[in-house]
């Protein structure tokens, strides 16, 4: 008894170090942090978002935002509140690649990408992302952060939110309304 008992214990010793070798290999799937910007809205006053050939710029003057070059739409406070809400927020949950060359098969590739640049007062980047869709999970999205080689899922389908269309983030304002204490002379 007092043999098989020796290599019972053995047996279970080499179990216990390959489950921890098992461990050790699935925490650097992980990533350190799930928040993938670390920065609060009020650190950013503009946007960039780029898709393929299209693009827009949206910047804060302190008070309000405004699309560059596009001075006829008003910025919907709605869509800029959601945005905020969920790309600011949004965490990574897990790895997919570790390898460039598989960039644009996860839809984050230089080219096949939606670029996003989030810039302070200075207009220095403070955080920037190439996202993509995920074809793994219609509920997520692909992103790239920075100059990472790594490719992570999200928590959230943001790449909708990244729209380069102008009257998706504003528009046509409602006409004045006429000042009701001047008098018509006849």
Known sequence: MGNNMKWLLIAFGV?????GINKMKQNQLTSKSDQVFDIEREDVFQINIVQGNDSISLSFNGESWAIDEIDTLQVKDTTM???????????????????????DKFNVGDSTGTHLVLKDYNSEPIANAV?????????????RIGKEVEVYQTNENIIYQLDTSPTYWGEVPPPPKPDSTSVDSL
């Open 15 to 19: 179990l216990f170090v390959l489950f």
């Open 131 to 143: 996202v993509g869709r995920s074809s793994a999970d219609w509920s997520a999205s692909n992103i």
């Open 81 to 103: 509140d959601q945005f905020f809400e969920t790309v600011i927020n949004v965490k990574r949950t897990s790895l997919v690649s570790k390898n460039a060359e598989k960039w």
